[in-house]
C-alpha cells in the first residue's frame, strides 16, 4: 500500500481530513447562472469578465492555479502583472457565448499536470505573456467571424512570438492536512530580461454583505525574521467551527499589500463604497500607482505579498510560501523542511501512480503521461459548489406559490428545494463550472482508478433528497436542471460498487447499493412516468446530452407538430432497466426480498427492448429492416408516423444495452428464474428479435442484449465502416455517408438539413459551442468500448467481424474492442511523426519542447484529424481515455475464458500492490 493510498483511507475513516484543502476555486465565477440576477436570464451580460475584478461574488469564487478549503471559506490563488497589461491576471479570459463565433471559449493556456487523489501534491502551469494581453483584439476578431470560419486563438495574436512569455509553475505539498507548502516556479523563455509581479493571494469569500450575512472575517500583517505573515481569522462562530484560524508565511519578507473583498460600487455602478478599500484595490495599487487604494493599517479580507522579480532570458525564480495553522515561531523558519516536504510527496505521487498504471503502459512513457495527465486534470476539476435555490429564488421575487406565468420568467423555478454546499467534480472549471448529472457519472469510472470514496460519495449525492427533485427527476445542469440527461446513473453505482467490493476483499458495501438503488427507482419511475407518452415503452427524453445530433432541436416543439420517439432516449432506457437488473440481482443474493425486482426490472427490459423492433414490419418501430440500423420515429399530429433516416450515434447506442451474468449467479436465484420463464412462456413474442440468457456462451455466461446476433453483425458492419461511422480517432457521431448524401426532410416549404460535420457547428443550437454531427465524443465512445468487451466476454472466439469493413480482416469483438481504444488513445500520443492529432495544425503545440507534452483533454475531437475542439479542458468525461488506456494496458482476450469476468474488469483499475498483498 503507497503513503497516499494511508492518506485515502485516513481520509475515508475521518482520521486525518487529507481532504479538506484542494483545487476547489473555479476556473470562472462570472457569467454563471448562479450570479444571474437580470430580468431576462443573460448570465453572461450581467456579470462579465471586466466587472469580475471588482464586484464580489455572491456564491463562489474564482483564481489562477488556485485552493481553498471544502467550504471555500478561505482562498488562495495567484495575480500577475507583466508591467504591460491593463488590469492584473487574477482570473483566466475568455469569450462569452455571444462574442464567439463558436460559443464561449477560454482564450489562455493552463495546464494540470500533477495530482494525487488527496492533493498532497499538485502541480499547475500557466504561460503568461510579457506584452499586453490583447483583450480587444480576441474579442473583436472572433466577433467579426462566422461560424464557418476557424476561432481566433490566443496564439494567433502573435504574443507568443520569440517566446516573450513566462513559464509560471506553481506546485502545492501537504506537510499535514492543514500545512500545505506552496512553490512557485517562474521561467523567462524570452531572449531578454524581464519583469513580472507576482502576487500571491489570500482572500476570504464574501459572506457578509448580503442578508442575513455572516460576521466580516479579518486578514491582518504578522512579521517574523525573514518573512512577512498574512494572519487569517474567521469571527463567525458558524465559520470558525469548520475553518480554523491560519497564516500565510511569505519568504523574503515581501511588503503586503490589504483592502476588502467587497464591490467597487463607484467603479461599476456611480455608487457609494461602504469602503475607501475594494475588491481591486490591490489591482489599482499595482497597475495604477494609487496609493490610496490599499489599506495602510494592514487588514481587510483580501491580501497579496508583493514580489518584484526581475529574471533573466532562460533563468527560472522561485518563490515559497506556506499556509499553515501553525503559528509564527521566531526561533524557526517556517520553510526549515520545506524542500525535503515537495521532494517526499512528489516520490509519493509517482509512487502511487506507479501502482495503477500497467507495466505495458510503463513501457511508453508517452502514453503513461497521458493516462497520468488525465487523471490529473480531472483531479483539478473538483470545485466547490454552493448554490441555494430556496435563496435564490426568494431574490429573484418567486416563491413556491408564485403563479405559474411569473415562475416561468425565472430559471429553475421549480427547483426550489435544491441546496447544494458540496465539493463536485466539474466538466470544465471554465468552460461548464457547474455539474451535469450525466457528465458526473462519466467522470466517476474513470475516477474509480484513483479514489472510490470520491466516486461513490458524488453518486450518492445526486440521489440524496437536497439535489434529486421530489418528483424523482435528476437535476441536469444549472442553465436548466429540468432538462433531461441520459440515465447512466444506474450503471456507475454498479460499477463503483464493484470496484469497492473488490478492494474491500469481496466485501460489498450493501449500504451505498441500497440507498442508491432507492432512489434509482424513483428516478426509474419519473422516466416511465413522464417520458413515455402513450404508454408503449418507447420514450422521448429531449436532447439527451446529444445536443444538434438531429434534424430538429429535439428539447424543443416540433414545427411539425407531435412528437419523436427518440431511438436513443429508448435505448438508454433498456440500458438503465438493466442496470438496475444487475443491481436487484446482487442485493438478491444477499437478501432474498430482493427477487421480486429481479423480476420487475427484467420484465421492464423485455418490454422497452422488444418494443423497439416489434415482430413484423412497421414503419413506426425503430428498426429498419432494410438499412440495418435503428432511427428515430417522428409521430404527426395526423396519425402518420415514419423513420428519420439520420444515421448517427443515436441508432449506434442500442449496442450499449447488453448485460451479462456469470453462470452461477443466476442457479443462486431460483425464484427468479421459474418466475422468468413464465413470463417468457406468456410473450414470446418479445424475444424475437433479442438475445436471450438461454443461451450459454464462453465460460457458460448469460447474455441479455437488445440486438440479437444479426442485427449486431448489421449494426456493426456500418459502424466499422470507415467511410461512416470509424474514424481514424474513434467512432463518429454521425455517419461520414452524410457528406455527399445529406439527410433532408421537408416540411410547408421548410427545408431540414442533417450533414455530416466534422469539425465545429455551423449553427447556433444549443449555444453552438458543441457539435455531435460527426466529430469523436469520448463519452458514448467509452460506453461502445465497454460493450464491445462485454459482448467479446461473450462470444469468445465464435463471433467474428471484418475490421474495418471492407478490409478482409476478421476480428473477435474483443479484438474489436481493442481497436477502437488504440485509435481514440491514438488522438492523444505522439505518432511516427512525433505530433500528436490532439493539437492539429497549431505548431507550437506540435514541435516546442516546452509545449508539446503538456495534454489538452478536449469536450470532443475532429471527426477525421483527430484535432481537439470545444472546452480544452473537459478533461471531466474526456479523462476517460486514462481508464481506456488502463484497460487496453491490463486486460488480454486470454483472460476471456476466466471466471468472474466483471472481476476481472474491475481488477483493470486495482491498485497492483493492493492485490499483491491480498
Known amino acids: 500500500m503507497t503513503k497516499e493510498q494511508r492518506r485515502l483511507n485516513e481520509a475515508r475513516t475521518k482520521e486525518h481530513a487529507w481532504k479538506k484543502w484542494g483545487p476547489y476555486l473555479s476556473e470562472r465565477q462570472w457569467g454563471t447562472v448562479r450570479e444571474d440576477y437580470s430580468e431576462d436570464g443573460n448570465a453572461w451580460d450581467y456579470f462579465t469578465h471586466d466587472q469580475a475584478r471588482s464586484r ?45 463565433n463558436h460559443g464561449e471559449d477560454v482564450k489562455e493556456y493552463y495546464f494540470y499536470l500533477d495530482s494525487t487523489p488527496t492533493h498532497s501534491y499538485m502541480k499547475y502551469l500557466y504561460k503568461y505573456p510579457q506584452a499586453a494581453y490583447p483583450y480587444w483584439d480576441l474579442i473583436e476578431t472572433n466577433r467579426q467571424r462566422g461560424r464557418h470560419a476557424l476561432e481566433y486563438e490566443l496564439l494567433d495574436t502573435g504574443i507568443f512570438n520569440e517566446d516573450r512569455y513566462f513559464d509560471v509553475f506553481v506546485e502545492y505539498a501537504k506537510a499535514g492536512p492543514d500545512d500545505l507548502g506552496i512553490r512557485i516556479s517562474i521561467a523567462n523563455r524570452g531572449p531578454e530580461e524581464a519583469t513580472l509581479h507576482l502576487l500571491p493571494t489570500l482572500w476570504f469569500r464574501n459572506t457578509w454583505s448580503w442578508a442575513e450575512g455572516a460576521a466580516k472575517p479579518i486578514l491582518a500583517a504578522g512579521q517574523m525574521k525573514g518573512a512577512s ?23 523574503g519578507a515581501p511588503p503586503l499589500l490589504f483592502t476588502e473583498n467587497e464591490t467597487n460600487n463607484a467603479r461599476l455602478f456611480g455608487g457609494k463604497n461602504a469602503s475607501p478599500y475594494v475588491k481591486d484595490g490591490i489591482n489599482d495599487f499595482v497597475v495604477s500607482g494609487d496609493t490610496q487604494a490599499v489599506n495602510p493599517a494592514k487588514q481587510g479580507t483580501k491580501a497579496s505579498p508583493h514580489y518584484i522579480l526581475n529574471i533573466g532570458s532562460g533563468k527560472t525564480q522561485i518563490v515559497r510560501l506556506r499556509l499553515s495553522r501553525s503559528l509564527p515561531d521566531k526561533a524557526e523558519s517556517p520553510f526549515k523542511a520545506f524542500d525535503e516536504v515537495f521532494t517526499e510527496r512528489r516520490q509519493e505521487a509517482d509512487e502511487f501512480y506507479d501502482s495503477i498504471i500497467p507495466p505495458s503502459v510503463k513501457a511508453d512513457p508517452d502514453r503513461a503521461l497521458v493516462m497520468r495527465q488525465a487523471l490529473a486534470g480531472m483531479l483539478w476539476s473538483k470545485q466547490y459548489f454552493y448554490y441555494d435555490l430556496n435563496k435564490w429564488l426568494k431574490e429573484h421575487h418567486v416563491g413556491p406559490w408564485s403563479p405559474p406565468e411569473a415562475r416561468k420568467k425565472v430559471r429553475n423555478s421549480e427547483w426550489f428545494h435544491m441546496e447544494n454546499d458540496d465539493i463536485i467534480s466539474m466538466p470544465d472549471k471554465w468552460e461548464y463550472p457547474w455539474y451535469a448529472a450525466w457528465d458526473l457519472a ?11 470514496d470520491f466516486s461513490k460519495s458524488q453518486l450518492d449525492l445526486m440521489l440524496r433528497n437536497d439535489y434529486l427533485h421530489p418528483n424523482g427527476q435528476l437535476p441536469a445542469y444549472e442553465w436548466n436542471f429540468g432538462d433531461v440527461n441520459p440515465p447512466v446513473h444506474a450503471y456507475a453505482t454498479m460499477q463503483i460498487y464493484l470496484t469497492d467490493k473488490e478492494r474491500n476483499d469481496g466485501k460489498g458495501d450493501h449500504e451505498f447499493l441500497i440507498y442508491a438503488f432507492s432512489k434509482l427507482l424513483i428516478n426509474f419511475t419519473w422516466w416511465l412516468n413522464r417520458k413515455d407518452r402513450t404508454g408503449n415503452n418507447v420514450f422521448e427524453g429531449g436532447f439527451l446530452g446529444l445536443d444538434n445530433i438531429g434534424v430538429f432541436d429535439r428539447s424543443s416543439p416540433l414545427p411539425t407538430g407531435g412528437y419523436l ?48 423492433d416489434r415482430m413484423g414490419e412497421h414503419l413506426d418501430k425503430m428498426w429498419d429492416e432494410e438499412d440495418g440500423f435503428f432511427y428515430d420515429v417522428l409521430r404527426l399530429p395526423d396519425g402518420q408516423a415514419f423513420r428519420l433516416k439520420v444515421r448517427s450515434m443515436v441508432g449506434l447506442l442500442p449496442l450499449a444495452a447488453v448485460v451479462i451474468f456469470e453462470e452461477d449467479v443466476l442457479e443462486k436465484l431460483p425464484a427468479s428464474r421459474k418466475r422468468i420463464r413464465e413470463f417468457m412462456q406468456r410473450h414470446p413474442e418479445l424475444a424475437a428479435n433479442l438475445h436471450m440468457p438461454a443461451t450459454p456462451g464462453l465460460a457458460g455466461r448469460r447474455m441479455l442484449a437488445t440486438v440479437n446476433e444479426e442485427k449486431l453483425r448489421r449494426i ?28 433532408v426532410f421537408g416540411l410547408s416549404g421548410q427545408e431540414y438539413r442533417v450533414s455530416y460535420l466534422p469539425g465545429d457547428s455551423d449553427s447556433g443550437m444549443f449555444g453552438g459551442n458543441s457539435n455531435w454531427r460527426g466529430p469523436v465524443w469520448m463519452p458514448v465512445n467509452f460506453l461502445l468500448y465497454l460493450s464491445l468487451l462485454r459482448l467479446g466476454a461473450y462470444y469468445g472466439d465464435t463471433f467474428k467481424v471484418e475490421c474495418p469493413t471492407g478490409s478482409g480482416k476478421l476480428m473477435t469483438l474483443f479484438e474489436v474492442a481493442h481497436e477502437l481504444a488504440e485509435r481514440l488513445i491514438g488522438t492523444f500520443v505522439r505518432g511516427e511523426s512525433g505530433r500528436r492529432p490532439v493539437f492539429g495544425g497549431t505548431e507550437k503545440f506540435q514541435t516546442d519542447p516546452l509545449w508539446r507534452d503538456n495534454i489538452l483533454f478536449y469536450e470532443y475531437f475532429h471527426g477525421d484529424s483527430g484535432a481537439g475542439i470545444g472546452a480544452s479542458h473537459q478533461t471531466g468525461w474526456t479523462g476517460c481515455i486514462a481508464r481506456i488506456i488502463q484497460s487496453n494496458g491490463r486486460f488480454t482476450a486470454d483472460m476471456l475464458g476466466e471466471k468472474g469476468i466483471e472481476r476481472l474488469a474491475i481488477l483493470m483499475g486495482q491498485e497492483e500492490s493492493d492485490s499483491d498483498e491480498r
Open 565 to 612: 420517439e427518440q431511438a436513443d432516449g429508448t435505448a438508454w432506457m433498456v440500458f438503465f432497466s438493466q442496470q438496475m437488473l444487475r443491481i436487484a440481482v446482487e442485493l438478491a443474493l444477499f437478501n432474498p426480498l430482493y427477487e421480486e425486482f429481479v423480476i420487475k426490472f427484467f420484465e421492464h427490459t423485455m418490454w422497452i427492448s422488444g418494443a423497439m
Open 56 to 100: 464580489a461574488y455572491r456564491w463562489g469564487e474564482d483564481g489562477l492555479a488556485g485552493i481553498s478549503d471544502d467550504h471555500q471559506v478561505l482562498c488562495f490563488a495567484l495575480a500577475l502583472w507583466n508591467g504591460k497589461d491593463p488590469i492584473l491576471k487574477e482570473r483566466l479570459f475568455g469569450l462569452t457565448n455571444s462574442q464567439g
Open 229 to 251: 505573515v498574512i494572519l487569517a481569522r474567521h469571527t463567525d462562530p458558524l465559520f470558525q467551527e469548520s475553518l480554523a484560524d491560519y497564516n500565510l508565511y511569505c519568504e
Open 716 to 743: 456493426l458492419a456500418r459502424m466499422l465502416d470507415e467511410n461512416e461511422f470509424f474514424g481514424p480517432h474513434g467512432i463518429r457521431a454521425l455517419s461520414r455517408c452524410h457528406l455527399e448524401h445529406p439527410f
Open 442 to 452: 462519466f467522470h466517476m469510472l474513470a475516477f474509480q482508478s484513483v479514489d472510490s
